[in-house]
């Protein structure tokens, strides 16, 4: 029988990357989830019971345990980039963490990668970067063998940055930002996928591994890149970081008046704190070319999701060509 991997957090943005990877491999995969029902898209990845998502609350032992019964391999991609309900940095990204890794101990499964971040730091004053932190240790302590990834700034075709503000140019003359000046070293999620899958099959060495692409930028010319790919002339403010503590006051309390209706997940006091930081791969760290993977340049990618954006679409090309034709 084929061997089976359990990915919790499978369907997420990273995570159905890795799912494509092992199926292609040959290996089965379970995707645990909380919504089967929204996970239903990954069993096109592999031909009939091979990839199956079954339901599973990262809070609960049980729950845990029975997803990953029988797996060879585990890996964990569950993260939040904002607090929702009961759904809190320390629950997930520290105590979920630990407690996979404690389960995957006690069954003595022998392979784990743990998807986290650069940037995760037990001192931080971020809650985000110090619970990935807190996360890596207990991963660490129960799985000392473990393969923990630390990517950058993720883009591909559904990623929440480059789409959201792509989305907002079509409506806005203005692009505001925060951090304009920080600098980031976006890695291309299946890289990142790849990275995981050699941990997965042991071609991965155990330890920590800084994922980034092959160019850093700033926020603010990141923002450029994008608009110049998507043909679109946007004003970038870069918001002082005072203001954007206003702003984000202004989103919170709004999420509270509204009895959570409004979520808030377009600027927190906690996201202000990492933009004010670097987010780069640190010198002498492990790294995608450790794996010997070769990172992929935003270029290579941005254009095959971004050309939505342009005015006409996929049909932009096509109008610039039959402006360009001479009349007569």
């Known amino acids: 029988m084929s061997r089976l991997v359990t990915i919790y957090g499978g369907s997420g943005f990273i995570g159905r990357y890795i799912a494509r990877r092992m199926s292609r491999r040959g290996w089965r995969v379970r995707v645990a989830v909380r919504n089967t029902n929204d996970a239903g898209f990954v069993r096109t990845y592999g031909v009939v019971g091979q990839v199956v998502p079954v339901f599973c609350n990262i809070l609960d032992d049980t729950s845990v345990a ?30 979920g963490a630990g407690r996979i890794a404690r389960i995957a101990a006690e069954q003595g499964i022998p392979r784990m990668v743990h998807v986290s971040a650069i940037g995760a730091d037990p001192e931080s004053r971020s809650d985000y970067a110090r619970t990935k932190a807190m996360g890596e240790e207990a991963v660490l302590r129960h799985m000392p063998d473990a393969v923990i990834l630390r990517p950058s700034l993720v883009f591909g075709p559904e990623d929440r940055l480059f789409n959201r503000f792509a989305a907002m140019s079509r409506l806005s003359p203005v692009l505001p930002i925060a951090g304009g000046k920080s600098r980031f070293q976006p890695v291309y999620v299946d890289d990142v996928a790849a990275a995981a899958e050699k941990g997965v099959i042991g071609d991965a060495g155990a330890g920590i591994y800084e994922l980034g692409g092959p160019e850093v930028a700033t926020f603010r010319e990141l923002m450029e890149r994008m608009l110049t790919i998507i043909r679109r002339r946007r004003m970038i403010v870069n918001l002082p970081f005072w203001l954007g503590r206003v702003i984000a006051a202004g989103f919170s309390v709004l999420q509270w008046v509204s009895f959570g209706l409004f979520r808030n997940d377009t600027l927190t006091f906690d996201q202000l704190r990492n933009l004010a930081r670097d987010n780069v791969v640190g010198e002498g760290s492990n790294s995608l070319r450790t794996l010997g993977i070769r990172p992929t340049p935003m270029q290579a990618v941005l254009p095959e999701y971004l050309w939505r954006f342009r005015r006409g679409g996929q049909y932009a090309d096509l109008h610039a060509s039959t402006r360009d034709q001479p009349s007569g």
């Open 66 to 95: 029975a997803a990953m019964h029988d797996s060879d391999a585990v890996v964990n991609c569950v993260g939040i980039l904002s607090e929702w309900r009961s759904n809190r940095f320390d629950a997930i990204q520290a105590e």
